[in-house]
């Protein structure tokens, strides 16, 4: 685990050791164990190293016998050792015990498709002597993140765009188009960033730079064909048996391991099968938020003490009331990018405190997006039945649904926020259904609130949608999220925030083969009926009890929305006052003042939004004003006293 970046003048002008050192040095945090660099005339590659595996021997950049292949590599590759003894049979000679070595000397021997052989989360960069050819990858599902800067006369690549920052000539510039997307999904989905020339490269994508030429592929996608052959029970061994071999290969470590541990179903499965096959008792960490009825809502940690105790894990937990104020500009610029999903908070803090005990942590991500767990999937379920009511009902309903309050840091109103969402959209076409679900804010919200408008032409979702191919609802949502908020917003915020304090964090729910037998499920095996997550929590029935797999769902974030109304309010009129609009030169005020006044009137839940512009703008305060995390964080805290 690491931070990679490298630099390839098309040009054909030498690299200089200085330009790599000072990319390295914004990513410290990164690799704080190790570092190194190799320079080939116009190509340059380097790495700032978190030492997990073979930790005296696997420093990076590392070599082939001849020194004509050279690699950096940030993530783990769980099936090394099987690959390693294949090669070894092959007559591959290994001078470390490190898992990148294996990617090195499986290039030598297929070539780019050495990538389809790798189990694992990874970006890598590879140097080829003998083409003087540069490749760089990253993994199926995004788990890793790449930027890449092309501008005529250099490629340059690093695991955070920050790095890019450093080079000559790169400045820091907001990419305008991005905004609209961003502001309407709450993240800035792939290829794009929020920095102008600076693009993110997707996941399952390689990129080669050879003879001055520039070319990118992608090398796997998200199958969409439906196995309908498989009975219920046969769905049901295959499931439990890929989760237990995910977690099994992703506890590969020379470093003491942990678990984040929320109580829900897919952290307390990462855990129960962790323990199965640990000889040593389970390291396992859980946060929860004091204060009152929003905070009460957040708090998981009755159902993750009772997981621990039934797999005597080493448990710690930590209750937090957070200094946001402090946090958000440090927080934002570990992020690179302004995210309005607030688990980026809960994540980092949870993270500083595994990190007093571990280097390596698993995660539950992804489960929910494999397995149909989020609500938001049951929409067709509930517009099939609000259809069948009479015309003068539905119309009826859907009046007093829209006028109803919402809230989701209140047990009450978030049911009726919910209740408000699927009624507005029971009778839109099943795509548009699902993109009101997933949105900030609508598309035409988006085009009041900019100054000039929203850029026409389709988003992120609609080319995702246009991808999914015809597999059944349920599935074809499944691969939307995970050309979109999977990649660009769950995982791109747990690797930043995790990252931020040299914790490396796997996520063995998205072990790509598992991935791959979810996506071939047929929807009425995933939620026969409506029942989310059914065929999951059915194949953890020998592992955890019926009241954790039963609990109420609740997501990992926190109760902001309550927060901007209380403690935050201040920051929030502040970072959104006219002033500020005005200067910044992005959105209408009078658009802004609206939707502020209509949540804290509770007519809306705009947590999201209003998040998504107060971070927008703490993000141009750093990165475009170049202003100093805590000389910012000092401005928002005298505003809260003020």
Known sequence: MCGIHGIYHLDGQPVQPSLLSAM????????????????????????????IIDLAGGHQPISNADGSLVLVCNGEIYNFRELRAELQAKGYRFKTGSDSEVLLHLYDAEGDDCVHRLNGMFDFALWDARRQRLLIGRDRLGVKP????????????????????????????????????????????APASMFKGIRKLPPATLLSVENGQVRQWRYWRLPTAIERRWTASEWLDRTRDQLEKSVRMQMVSDVPIGAFLSGGVDSSAVVGYMARH??????????????????????????????????GTQHREIVVKPDVVGLLPRLLWHMDEPVADTAFITTYLVSEFARQDVKVILSGVGGDELFGGYRRYLGGH???????????LRQLVAAVAARLPADRHSGLLNKLRLVKGFVASAGMHPDDRYRSYLQVIGRAEVAQLLVGGSPPGDDALARAFAGAGDADALNRMFAVDAETQLPDDLLMLTDKMSMAVSLECRVPLLD??????????????????????????????????????HRPKRGFGTPMGAWLKRE????????????????????????????????????IDGTDVLLAMMNLEIWSLLYLDRRDPADIAEELKRLVTA
């Open 146 to 189: 790449l930027y890449v800067l092309q501008d005529g006369r250099r490629v340059a690549f690093a695991t955070e765009a920050k790095a890019l920052l450093a080079l000559p000539g790169v400045r820091a510039e907001l990419n305008r188009d991005a905004v609209a997307d961003y502001l309407h999904l709450g993240y800035v989905a």
């Open 278 to 311: 640990s000889d040593q008792p389970i390291r396992t960490y859980a946060i929860g938020f004091e204060g009152g009825e929003a905070e009460t809502l957040y708090n998981e940690l009755p159902y993750a003490r009772q997981v621990a105790g039934m797999f």
């Open 382 to 392: 509930y517009a099939a039945r609000f259809n069948r009511l009479p015309g003068p």
């Open 512 to 549: 790509h083969e598992l991935v791959e037998l979810a996506a071939a499920m047929p929807e009425h095996i995933k939620v026969p009926g409506g029942q989310l997550k059914h065929l999951m929590k059915s194949a953890l029935g020998d592992l955890l009890p019926q009241n954790i797999l």
């Open 24 to 51: 390295g040095d914004v990513t410290r945090h990164r690799g704080p164990d190790d570092e190194g660099q190799h320079i080939d005339g116009a190509c340059g590659i380097a790495m700032r190293r978190l030492s």
């Open 568 to 603: 935050l309010a201040p920051v929030l009129r502040g970072l959104l006052a006219p002033a500020v609009l005005e200067r910044r030169g992005l959105f209408h005020a009078p658009v802004v003042q609206r939707l502020v006044s209509d949540h804290e009137a509770n007519r």
